[in-house]
């Protein structure tokens, strides 16, 4: 049963300079995402480490839509945005939206290596992911979808 | 597009050594896994994984590699990893792989570990 937000709150982020992307579900797909995160990354002299990790947190929410929302339009919608001040705190953040069937934030179940290796339950470690690889993220979930919203300081 | 990653063994002894090179998602590590039970079939001993053109997984991909180290582990044999770039190799450690398989910086030092004697 999904929680039963109304509607996604506004990005924090909104107004700052931003590209939006809509993919098909569809397999590799999300590869297609990372090379805009590559290249905003780049944009402000992100290092290479730290925008590897924000490509696998964004493929990994790419892949949850994919394969969770059972979304009608077969689309998951990803809006990137970078800001900050040069000097300090330059960012790169990224909104995953899908408007599938949503979940329940709160009934998500903490995945570990115990699980993974004595109980062989090894699926359930999207969300964990992004949230060890990102800085800030944000999960909202409802009727009206799904939007992850990460942020990844420079 | 094809990002699928590409699987190359090379059998030295007893100890099968895999290069990847691209994006080990479901079909990716599919394809490791169907080489790895080949090599373990054939009695390899130890398997080293030499990850160093593969600059992307995911989660999906990481759990197929998971089964491949549990078989692995049935078998009394070993599974190391090399060349991991500093996200794999984090991600591999939060998902618990590297409480599992041994991870090395480079493929000689993973050859050198697997082919000392026990």
Known sequence: MAQRDPAPSQPTAAGAPAVSLTIPVAPEMEIVATAQADALGEYIDMGRDKIDEVKLAL???????????????????ITFRVGGRREAGEWLEIEVLDRGRGFDTAGVESPSPQKTF????????????????????????????????????? | M??????????????????????INNQGGEEIAREAYSELD????????????????????????????????????????????PTIDKTFRIMGLAQYAAIYPTED?????????A
């Not at chain 1, 909202?140 to 979808?145: P, T, V």
């Not at chain 2, 094809?2 to 994006?23: K, L, Q």
């Not at chain 2, 030092?109 to 004697?117: L, M």
């Open chain 2, 42 to 85: 054939r009695g390899a001993r130890a398997l080293i994984m030499n990850l160093e053109k593969t600059r992307i997984v995911n989660s999906i991909g990481i759990s197929i590699l998971i089964e491949v180290l549990e078989k692995v582990m049935e078998r009394k044999a070993v599974l190391a990893f090399c060349g991991l770039t």
């Open chain 1, 118 to 154: 004595e109980e062989r339950r090894r699926r359930g470690w999207g969300l964990h992911i992004i949230k060890s690889l990102m800085d800030e993220v944000q999960i909202e979930s409802g009727e009206w979808g799904t939007r992850i919203l990460m942020r990844k300081y420079k």
């Open chain 1, 59 to 77: 493929v990994e929410a790419c892949i949850n839509a994919f394969e969770h929302s059972h979304t009608e339009d077969n689309q998951v919608h």
């Open chain 2, 2 to 23: 094809n990002e699928t990653c590409r699987v190359s063994v090379e059998r030295r002894g007893d100890v099968a050594v895999f290069w990847t090179d691209g994006y």
């Open chain 2, 109 to 117: 030092e993973a050859f050198r570990a697997v082919s000392a004697p």
